[in-house]
């Protein structure tokens, strides 16, 4: 162990567990789930070693810098498949309404319901594609900084998406919401019962519901939040992706609207979220580095 080279983010990563390990112990009494959890933790702690371990390599072949170059992700969304089995027993309540009221008190009228009047097939289609889009959107940065060998820019920028996906997964268990897309106001208030295109809306509908099992995930809204993060980050470190991403991050969050996953409270928590914690970072990353004399996570 004391030879074990860890990252800033195998620390942020020990520290999420950590919290999230005090939400399952919170909610252990009433949980079905007493077994499953504990056993993700524990994956996810060796994940964290493992990883520390290989860093300690003397020689890191290609196959072990790819597999700590995917660490990051393979344990956000691992984590994120545990919070079924937790949140809806840490926090019974939904706030559905109070986001919804919100929004009708800012806008003067539910944002769902208002742009349904642009419904048309191809439409949903392609704002659907956008929507899916979003997941590999980062990697696209990513990928970049590492062919450039750009390490210590890319444990900045992972540090920095890591702490806005953990920040609006705790906000998850305080504020627990589904999105309008289950608000019963909303649904009997839609002129179009299912937003069905011509190709693509209906299979990635259902593949988004497989991959969901939490549903309670609307606010804050992380699609927000982490396309602002990725055109913070391609602003500052690579202009002509930014460009290229600019339309197609208009484009998400229109959809997140129209196709019915978040209130427009969501988006905008989302987005100053997802300023401050760029900014922070973008501050005391350095400072952070050197007093904690960590490593590069790829590295």
Not at 152 to 174: A, C, E, P, R
Not at 219 to 239: D, E, G
Not at 252 to 280: E, K, P, Q, T
């Amino acid at each position: 162990m004391k030879n074990l080279k860890f990252s800033l983010i195998d620390i942020l990563n020990i520290f999420f567990v950590f919290i999230i390990f005090l939400f399952y112990l919170s909610a252990f009494k009433v949980s079905p789930y007493k077994t499953q959890p504990s056993l993700i933790f524990t994956f996810l702690i060796g994940l964290i070693l493992f990883s520390a371990f290989l860093r300690n390599s003397n020689h890191l072949t290609k196959a072990k810098k790819i597999f700590l170059f995917s660490y990051p992700v393979i344990f956000l969304f691992t984590m994120f498949e545990t919070f079924y089995m937790i949140l809806p027993y840490f926090n019974p309540h939904t706030y559905d309404n109070l986001l919804n009221n919100i929004d009708f008190k800012l806008l003067g009228t539910y944002p769902t319901i208002w742009i349904e009047q642009f419904h048309n097939p191809f439409f949903t289609d392609i704002l659907y594609l956008l929507y899916l889009f979003y997941f590999p959107m980062p990697l696209f940065l990513l990928i970049y900084l590492y062919n450039k060998k750009k390490h210590f820019t890319l444990d900045k920028i992972v540090t920095t998406y890591l702490t806005t996906y953990y920040t609006s997964y705790i906000i998850y268990f305080f504020i627990p919401a589904m999105g309008p897309r289950f608000n019963e106001t909303l649904i009997q208030l839609q002129h179009f019962k299912h937003l069905n295109g011509v190709i693509f809306a209906i299979p990635i509908r259902e593949l988004i519901n497989y991959l969901e099992p939490n549903k309670f995930d609307a606010f804050p809204s992380l699609h927000s939040a982490i396309v602002t993060t990725t055109m913070l980050s391609t602003y500052y470190y690579n202009k002509k992706l930014f460009k290229i991403f600019l339309p197609i991050a208009i484009g998400i969050f229109i959809a997140l609207v129209y196709c019915r996953y978040h209130y427009v409270i969501d988006i905008i928590v989302g987005f100053i979220l997802s300023v401050s914690i760029f900014y922070i970072w973008h501050y005391f990353y350095d400072k952070i580095r050197i007093k904690t004399k960590t490593v590069d996570f790829t590295k």
